[in-house]
């Protein structure tokens, strides 16, 4: 509950903070410092330190999985606020109110990790959401944006619609909103046809928000019309929280949809792996390629779907760290760039290695590479695929085959940066910048060479 409320008061002391100071580095250092205290506040609640009790009847379950899901949120957040803050309040005039709209997705993910009704999980949608609408349209000069910031808007609009429409199967069949978070998966169930219907509308609109395939159509656009920084987060932090919603709405629910929870993830799995790495290839933006690739990661994550076990809640804590950590450092470089092309990094190494060699860390991540977080992130979602059914085998080769293309792409990148000749173009770069992408970078290492470190805290 703590990281629900501090999450809000922060966002209302960021709004207020811009009355107070126009200072653009103040009002970065005041959103570190307060990043810093929400992250504090939801540890002391974790450990059982400090807690603002308040009865919510059951609408919410902090468990130990959310409470530590949240925990990873918050922490890649206030990273992300301190390599990306300098280009947040270069957006527009408007810079406490962006980080304040950052606070108060938090405070939608925050609810969407400790749900226990779909109530609850149509507020957390909504609070995460409406914020992004803003921000993607935040640079009100570019028409790319505002194209960006109403195509998600209205596309966003009509999944919440399905979302609205599948809840309200689901309470006309069963009496009531709660969905039970500790009934045992794949328990046998009695059910007409409403509840399996209203689960799937409900699964058309999450697939909506992580953008798996076929509703992925809006993603493209709006990660490249959304000012960079944005992109970032909204790619990382955003999706991961989506995923959240997703595990713990159909893990003790995916048994009422029968059959057809079998056929419908090899097939939303296969589609989604297939357009964003097929598509990815064929870009000459980096920008354009990392949003088609979030499509393609997305596709990975859906494996912890398919085990809905505690292997694969080990391997979504796992992939919420190695994927937010590598592309909120991807994205932080490209920002430094003034050419956002392929030919942009050309002989990237040569006038900023240290640029490089981190940029060749968080691509070698995303791609799977072992000795980095990536490789064992991937790993976990398989397995934990393999341990609930071994008869999709053949699925997991499949989606190996397609991480396989990935790094076709991502080495294009790397290529770029140290076997073509060029001089990469990018703006000023500040000591404490190389000093936060070192940091990123050994945390991909370790998390690579160790991945149990992260979850020591989750178990003990």
């Known amino acids: ?18 009355i107070v100071t126009n200072s653009k580095q103040s009002i970065k250092n005041i959103a570190i410092a307060a990043m810093a205290v929400l992250l504090v506040a939801h540890l002391a609640d974790a450990n059982d330190i400090f807690k ?13 999985f959310g409470m530590y899901f949240t925990t990873l ?5 206030l990273l992300y606020t301190i390599i990306s803050g300098d280009e947040v309040v270069k957006v527009g005039a408007n ?16 609810i969407l990790a400790s749900y226990n009704n779909l109530l ?22 570019n028409l790319k944006s505002n194209e960006a ?29 709660n969905i039970d978070v500790n009934r045992v998966a794949n328990e046998p169930v009695n059910s007409g046809i409403l509840i399996p219907l209203g689960l799937l509308l409900m699964f058309i609109a ?28 909204m790619a990382t932090i955003v999706k991961a929280a989506g995923f959240i919603a997703f595990i713990r709405l159909f893990e003790s629910r995916s048994a009422d949809m029968g059959v057809s929870w079998t056929i419908l993830m090899p097939v939303i799995i296969i589609a989604t792996l297939l357009v964003g790495n097929v598509t990815a290839v064929f870009q000459q933006s980096v920008k354009r390629m990392l949003a088609y690739s979030s499509i393609a990661q997305a596709g990975f994550m859906l494996f912890a779907l398919v085990g809905l076990n505690d292997v694969a809640k080990e391997g979504l804590l796992l992939y919420t760290v190695a994927y937010s950590i590598a592309t909120i450092g991807i994205f932080s470089i490209l920002l430094k760039m003034k050419d956002y092309t392929f030919e942009g990094y050309n002989g990237l190494a040569k006038t900023q290695p240290l640029l490089a060699f981190a940029n060749t860390v968080f691509l070698l991540s995303l791609a799977g590479i072992p000795l980095t977080a990536g490789f064992f992130a991937k790993y976990y979602v398989l397995a ?33 940066m140290y076997f073509k000749d060029g001089e990469a173009a990018v703006s000023e770069i500040k000591p404490s910048f190389k000093l936060t992408l070192l940091l990123l970078a050994a945390i991909i290492i370790i998390v690579g060479i160790f991945p149990t470190v992260v979850f020591n805290w989750f178990y003990f």
């Not at 509950?1 to 811009?18: E, T």
């Not at 949120?73 to 957040?77: E, F, H, Y």
């Open 149 to 177: 910031s109403l195509k998600y808007f209205l596309m966003g609009s009509f999944s919440t619609g399905i979302m609205l429409m599948g809840i309200a199967l689901y309470y006309g069949a069963s009496g009531n909103f």
């Open 1 to 18: 509950m703590n990281s629900i409320i501090v999450s809000a008061l922060m966002g209302m002391v960021m709004m207020f903070s811009g």
């Open 384 to 416: 934990a695929a393999l341990k609930q059914d071994t008869s999709i085998l053949w699925l997991v080769i499949v989606a190996l085959v397609f991480a396989a293309i990935s790094a076709y792409y991502y080495f294009k990148v790397i290529q770029a």
């Open 206 to 233: 999450l697939a909506f928000k992580v953008s798996a395939a076929p509703f992925h159509f809006w993603t493209p656009d709006v990660y490249d019309g959304a000012p960079t920084v944005f992109t970032s987060f």
């Open 73 to 77: 949120v918050i922490g890649a957040t």
């Open 95 to 110: 810079s406490a109110d962006y980080f304040a709209l950052i606070f108060f997705v938090l405070t939608g993910v925050s």
């Open 120 to 141: 609850m999980l149509f507020l957390g949608i909504e609070i995460l959401t409406i914020p992004l609408f803003v921000l993607t349209g935040s640079d009100k000069k």
């Open 52 to 64: 603002i009790n308040i009865n919510v009847h059951g609408m919410l379950n902090f468990n130990r």
